[in-house]
């Protein structure tokens, strides 16, 4: 009975009339275990898969594919007052013939609109902050670019990004936060994280500040979940995902200006400032991109941080326009 009276309560979500606290015993049972959150998910894609097509055996299939995930695990209980509120509804309907009646009805009560998206990029050389229609906060980096739906937060908050942004999402367990980067999906209740995925560039990364998040890629055969100070790393040549300990300060401090190198190959340092900057960097010399620097600036100006590399390199710098060009200090090796 405890698992109807769960799949009740999720069926009553998908259509929308749940109440503020039962939203709440949702996104805490979400978030208390990866099976619960897989659960979800395939009741879901049953939902999703009576919109698509009017095929009485396509749902019965994945209805039939739920029940036996459930016969594989346990779920866990409900508090005592689901259970008082929830046996009063499970009495009326069974599960089955609940969800199949609500996803049918959903299909045949309402036509398709045409998607409209919205797109905000970052300009150069700055940071651009965006509250979303659901209070969610979006730093977004310079000349990244996110899109979504004109709807966003009313029938879904799904946010498609290239390049980096920093997210502070907005808790609401009725409709989960996702962020699709390239070959990355993040799937979020309410946390704080850094994505990171630039075009032309093999590796992305997502890092976690706090809450939780499930990262998918296709490295690994199940979503794997973060937890506070982790960073999961992925190399979309190689194929190949690992999760590694990250300095929250030298990953997020760009959203405030904050620039931490900390050993890093000045081809990491130029791109950065690229961005930031809105500047092109290039080296004379192609062994000069792997030097390294350790520093932290925060909100100098160019010219301070370049005069930095310069005497900690043994280097100098030409500026043109917008291109700045490092080269061997001369005076230097004449000593």
Do not use: C
């Not at 698992?3 to 309560?9: A, F, M, N, P």
């Not at 939902?47 to 594919?65: F, G, I, M, P």
């Amino acid at each position: 009975m405890e698992q109807q009276e769960l799949y009740l309560l999720i069926t009553r979500h998908f259509n929308e009339q749940t109440a503020l606290w039962e939203e709440d015993f949702l996104a805490d049972w979400l978030e208390s275990a990866a099976e619960n959150r897989q659960t979800y998910n395939v009741l879901k894609e049953l939902w999703q898969a009576s919109h698509q097509r009017s095929d009485t055996a396509l749902v019965n299939a994945a209805l039939k594919d739920v029940k036996q995930r459930i016969r594989q695990r346990q779920q866990p209980a409900l508090i005592t007052m689901m259970k008082q509120y929830l046996t009063q509804i499970a009495a009326a309907a069974v599960v089955t013939g609940m969800i199949i009646s609500s996803v049918f009805y959903l299909r045949h009560s309402t036509k398709p609109q045409p998607i409209a998206y919205v797109e905000r990029t970052g300009l150069p050389g700055q940071v651009l902050t965006l509250t979303m229609p659901d209070s969610t906060i979006v730093h977004l980096a310079p000349h990244s670019t996110i899109r979504y739906t004109q709807d966003f937060g009313k029938t879904d908050r799904h946010i498609i990004l290239e390049g980096e942004a920093f997210f502070d999402v907005t808790k609401n367990a009725h409709r989960p936060f996702t962020v699709l980067a390239g070959e990355l999906s993040v799937l979020v209740l309410g946390t704080r994280f850094n994505v990171a995925h630039y075009k032309g560039q093999d590796s992305a990364a997502v890092s976690l500040v706090e809450g939780k998040v499930q990262v998918s890629t296709p490295a690994q055969p199940h979503p794997v979940d973060l937890q506070p100070g982790q960073e999961l790393f992925y190399d979309s040549h190689a194929k190949q995902a690992f999760t590694r300990d990250y300095d929250v300060e030298s990953v997020t401090g760009w959203t405030s200006r904050l620039l931490i190198f900390r050993n890093e190959s000045l081809a990491v340092v130029a791109r950065k400032l690229e961005q930031l900057y809105d500047v092109e960097i290039i080296f004379t010399d192609p062994a000069m991109a792997n030097y390294k620097l350790f520093a932290k600036f925060r909100d100098k100006p160019l010219h301070y941080i370049l005069d930095v590399i310069k005497a900690t390199g043994n280097l100098d710098y030409t500026i043109n326009g917008k291109q700045i060009r490092f080269i061997e200090n001369n005076a230097y090796q004449s000593h």
